[in-house]
């Protein structure tokens, strides 16, 4: 049994069908990357995983459990856990606050902040700044590092290399590398080759529908099933 | 020199005075408005509802009682009406908003109105049925009011009423209670970022349903706790336009403050108070004539601020909603 399954699973935005049938699994310790072009339907995948966009039909398996009619707390309660890809910290809390309200309830927050300030130092030093003020990298580093006290087992990640610097990209990618050395990923990226170093599997999504998949191992972005997606 | 001293601070006691009061009416339909997004028109029918409750256990429970006797049952008639009207706001919000929560905001508007109108006729037959005018205000509930609150005390030369004292004492209690709740506690924290984002708050698995219900109940509690205020004040009173009376000038000090925001909120209710007491000196000193010189300043700074920073002192270019 997958960690997690996505079995047949199609949504709509009102009459608009944006998921046409998507199935995709992803085991226990796997970091698996959803490629395709933009509006094809990662980001929605990702929200009806969470409940954000509930499915109208098929239906997403989270350790055996249908996750289909849940609300979106009771899904994350479960240990599935969101950096969404525009970050959305929460801008006039503290970087502190951020980091504590993402603690669990009945968790140690103090432990919490240790864990995020020891992952990403710099976050120690903005800790009592409004979380708005910081720049778009310090963002996604706060977005993960929430994400990380959350005590997920697995994360959906979405685009986090959007609109960062390529310094900051690596900085993020090894971030990344990181947190899942704990915790299971389920990756939407757009930059090939970032997702192909981080990934051990990938979907390829189009029209609202998984088209390819298999494994990252020997794949390089001149790989022709991703040249159309690159052009 | 004396003189003038004394003026300045009856002036100034009198304006904190109507401050505390505008905070408490604005501060539940600010923090309503700032996690869900619902201009709640109901506010001052809730307020109203809140100053006949706390009216009923002090006539019930309290008349002839004076000085530590009074304040206990004032203290237990403002708890009894805090929660009675939460838990109307707590139905409120359970069963007619939640249904209304993807639908545009006018939705909400005509729902919440439509409950002033209920409320307000609900309350009007109760009050005909036991022989009080609905327009007038509740004698019974204004001689409750115990002794130590109803002289003047002299401070620096000034005779200042010592209900002006109190209601100043009772609204500072208020807003540093609300703000201790929203920055101190883990509760207030998810509020605060379910203010912001909503959906990102329940994926961090906070349950937003249930805070939306808790924020309701407690801005309505506010509303409550407001009305135990008003009661004993002969500028208010319980009466059935009390409703009407008092959600204007809470709708005024939530704009002019920025909707949703606390601070902004009590900068507004302390500017609103400062204004209207001065105009109340000027015109019961017979400076100025005209009787409604208060409303027209007060309504003049509305006006002044939408037209020059239209989300208000504290207030971002948008806020609330969904």
């Known amino acids: 049994m997958s960690l997690l399954e996505v079995e047949d699973v199609h949504t709509y935005y009102g009459e608009s069908h944006v998921l046409e049938g998507v199935s995709l699994e992803v085991e226990a310790g796997e970091v698996v990357a959803l490629v395709g072009r933009n509006g094809v339907g990662k980001t929605t995948t990702l929200r009806s995983i969470l409940q954000l966009t509930p499915p109208r039909e098929g239906d997403v398996r989270y350790d055996g459990e249908s996750l289909v009619g849940l609300e979106t707390h009771e899904v994350a309660d479960r240990g599935v856990g969101w950096i969404p890809e525009d970050r959305r910290v929460f801008a006039h809390l503290t970087v502190e606050e951020n980091v504590r309200l993402s603690v669990p309830p009945g968790s140690d927050e103090e432990a919490g902040l240790e864990t995020a300030y020891e992952a990403f130092p710099d976050l120690r030093e903005f800790a009592d700044r409004e979380a708005g003020t910081l720049s778009g990298g310090q963002q996604q580093m706060l977005s993960i590092a929430r994400g990380l006290v959350n005590e997920n087992d697995l994360l959906l990640v979405d685009e986090p290399s959007e609109g960062l610097a390529p310094l900051i990209v690596e900085n993020v990618a090894e971030s990344l590398q990181s947190v899942a050395e704990d915790t299971t990923l389920l990756l939407v990226e757009q930059n090939l080759p970032l997702a192909l170093d981080l990934a051990d599997r990938f979907y390829v999504v189009d029209h609202g529908q998984v088209v390819d998949e298999g494994s990252t191992e020997g794949v390089t972005t001149d790989d022709e099933r991703f040249e159309r997606l690159s052009a | ?322």
């Open chain 2, 1 to 322: 020199m004396t003189g003038a001293l004394a003026t300045v601070v009856e002036v100034f006691v009198s304006g904190m005075a109507k401050a505390s009061l505008y905070a408490m009416m604005a501060l539940g339909l600010t923090l309503i408005f700032g996690l869900l997004g619902v201009l709640n028109f109901a506010h001052g029918s809730l307020t109203m509802v809140g100053a006949y409750v706390a009216g009923l256990v002090m006539v019930t429970f309290a008349a002839g009682s004076s000085g530590l006797g009074a304040v206990v049952w004032f203290v237990v008639a403002a708890l009894v009406a805090t929660t009675l009207v939460g838990g109307v706001g707590a139905a409120m919000e359970v069963g007619l908003i939640r249904k209304l929560y993807d639908r545009p905001p006018i939705y909400q508007i005509l729902l919440t109105f439509g409950v002033t109108l209920v409320l307000d006729e609900l309350m009007r037959i109760v009050v005909l049925f036991y022989g009080q005018q609905p327009r007038a205000d509740w004698r019974a509930a204004l001689g409750t009011k115990p002794s130590f609150v109803d002289g003047n005390v002299s401070v620096l030369g000034a005779s200042i009423p010592a209900l002006e004292l109190f209601e100043v004492a009772f609204g500072v209690l208020v807003v540093v209670a609300v703000w201790a709740f929203l920055t101190q506690t883990r509760y207030g924290l998810v509020v605060r970022a379910g203010s912001e984002d909503d959906e990102m708050a329940s994926a961090l698995g906070v349950d937003v349903r249930r805070v939306f219900t808790v924020v309701f109940a407690l801005g309505a509690g506010l509303a409550g706790l407001a009305g135990a205020l008003l009661m004993w004040d002969p500028a208010w009173g319980a009466s059935v336009p009390l409703a009407s009376e008092t959600l204007l000038p809470a709708f005024v000090v939530v704009i002019v403050g920025g909707l949703g925001t606390f601070r902004g909120t009590v900068i507004a209710a302390v500017l609103v108070g400062m204004v209207d007491g001065v105009t109340t000196y000027f015109f019961n000193e017979g400076i100025i004539t005209f009787s409604g010189i208060s409303e027209l300043m007060i309504f003049l700074i509305l006006v002044g601020v939408l037209v020059v920073r239209p989300q208000g002192i504290a207030g971002q270019a948008e806020v609330g909603g969904h």
